[in-house]
């Protein structure tokens, strides 16, 4: 069965410092992950996905990810923070034969001026 | 990409009523899904949409509770029966593309009193 694991419920940066959302997975085949993002009171937003082609995927508004089979991990990072970053962001892998949606639990992410 | 609506945007409804949700793609899309997200919580597949035949839902979750209909490739609704203060969520419904991308509706807001 696919799962994913996002190690922090909470994370605060100062803008124009890293951003690092972290992320395990698991799943019995090659997987397609995601990140998605939520800002308060908005719809969900597609950041970017990873499909077996590259391991390092660009998305939009600066963030990126890399896929780490050995680690099993598909972090999502962004070299500087703007305060508009302030979302919760989910990780997700596509669970099964349909194509449904698995979700990681969210982080919180808090900017602070 | 896809464009998806949803109405209502939210409601607030007494238990022991029904409410019915509807989600319109602004194309064709072979898979819908309907997922629900509860207050501060991640979100949880309810269901998938199959055009011209019986949803397919998730552990936990039965036709009886959640009917689901989807009559062709760019419309669905879901169905919240005889619903309880516990059916207090957002419910939002997916499209995924040929490009296996999942897009989101805004939600809907649902509050039973």
């Known amino acids: 069965a696919q799962s994913v694991t996002q190690l922090d419920s909470h994370v605060s940066v100062s803008e124009g410092t890293p951003v690092l959302l972290r992320c395990n997975y698991s799943s019995s085949y090659s997987p397609s992950l995601f990140w998605y993002v939520q800002h308060p009171n908005k719809g969900l937003q597609l950041l970017l996905k990873?499909?077996?082609?590259?391991?390092l995927v660009k998305g939009i508004n600066g963030f990126e990810a890399e896929f780490k089979k050995s680690e099993t991990s598909f972090h999502l990072t962004k070299p500087s923070a703007h305060m508009s970053d302030a979302a919760e962001y989910f990780c997700?892998?596509?669970?099964?034969?349909?194509?449904?949606?698995?979700f990681g639990k969210g982080t919180k992410l808090s900017v602070k001026p | 990409s896809a464009v998806i609506s949803q109405k209502p945007s939210r409601d607030i409804c007494q238990r022991g009523t029904s409410l019915t949700i509807q989600c319109q793609v602004d194309s064709q899309v072979t898979m819908m899904f309907w997922y629900r997200q509860q207050p501060g919580q991640s979100l949880t597949l309810i269901a998938t949409?199959?055009?011209?035949?019986?949803?397919?839902?998730e552990s936990g979750f039965v036709i009886d509770k959640f009917p689901i209909s989807r009559p062709n490739l760019t419309f669905s609704t879901l169905t919240v029966s005889n619903m309880s203060p516990e059916d207090s969520s957002i419910y939002l419904c997916s499209a995924q593309t040929a490009s296996y991308e999942q897009y989101f509706g805004p939600g809907t807001r649902l509050t039973v009193t």
């Open positions: 990873y499909t077996s082609a590259a391991t």
């Open positions: 997700v892998v596509s669970g099964g034969s349909q194509g449904n949606l698995i």
């Open positions: 949409a199959n055009q011209g035949s019986e949803a397919t839902y």
